[in-house]
């Protein structure tokens, strides 16, 4: 009995946090659901990883908390940008993007595409996006692929399009698996294909990159130090 009433309050708990996402904002761009950093309420976008990549993850992990320094300056970005002093959250992304942090990188880009504290510019947020997305950023991701959607500061293309969001679904996104269903039906069916290989092609890019952003931060690290040496060693 008291096993079944486990199963039934995790399920209970699930339903409600299932209904929680439900609520949370979504903007819709000429009919494509474009994602942006409210969904990401906690400042963990990043755990959003696609499976291929969760055990490069687990190798990058004692490296980030070498890097508490840097994680604590962006949180503090994050608290500036939602309270809206744009300027002083924009030169710390920027600094933070500059050196490679994902998370910054999707953030500044947002901070393009939006406009908040710079004039809207989308090849700049492509910019931006394109180099999170990389890294594995499926906000990104979704984002890169509704600027190809739609044709923002880039020329529009559903076969990448569809890629892109492919890509942020298979990481755990639901906005980019409606944009990505929602675009199926609009397109051709050698075009879906030619997508699908896209996306696989566009892992392999992705899984390069984490595999070489494992090696810089492994490089940044300082070695243990040496054990000290007893008498008569």
């Known amino acids: 009995l008291l096993e079944l009433r ?135 991701q979704n984002n890169l692929g509704l600027i190809y959607r739609e044709g923002q500061g880039q020329e529009r293309n559903p076969v990448v399009a569809y890629a892109w969001f492919s890509l942020a679904a298979s990481a755990g996104s639901d906005v980019a698996q409606r944009n990505r269903d929602e675009l199926a039906q609009a397109i051709t069916a050698d075009q879906v294909l030619q997508g699908q290989q896209l996306t696989t092609e566009y892992l392999a890019l992705i899984q390069t990159e984490r595999r070489q952003q494992a090696a810089r931060l492994a490089a940044t690290v300082p070695p243990p130090p040496a054990p000290a040496l007893g008498v008569g060693d």
């Open 6 to 140: 486990l199963v039934v309050l995790v399920a209970l708990l699930h339903g409600r946090e299932l209904r929680l996402d439900a609520l949370q904002p979504e903007a819709r761009t000429h009919g494509a659901l474009v994602q942006w950093p409210e969904h990401d309420p906690d400042g963990e976008a990043e755990d959003h990883q696609h499976p291929a990549v969760i055990e490069l993850h687990h190798t990058l992990q004692p490296q980030h908390d070498a890097h508490d320094d840097r994680r604590e300056r962006l949180d503090d970005a994050l608290t500036d940008y939602r309270r809206g002093d744009y300027a002083e959250a924009g030169a710390v992304f920027e600094r933070l993007a500059r050196q490679g942090d994902a998370k910054a990188q999707f953030w500044l880009g947002t901070m393009w595409y939006q406009g908040r504290g710079k004039p809207r510019n989308f090849r700049e947020a492509y910019q931006w996006y394109r180099r999170a997305a990389f890294a594995g950023k499926a906000e990104a």
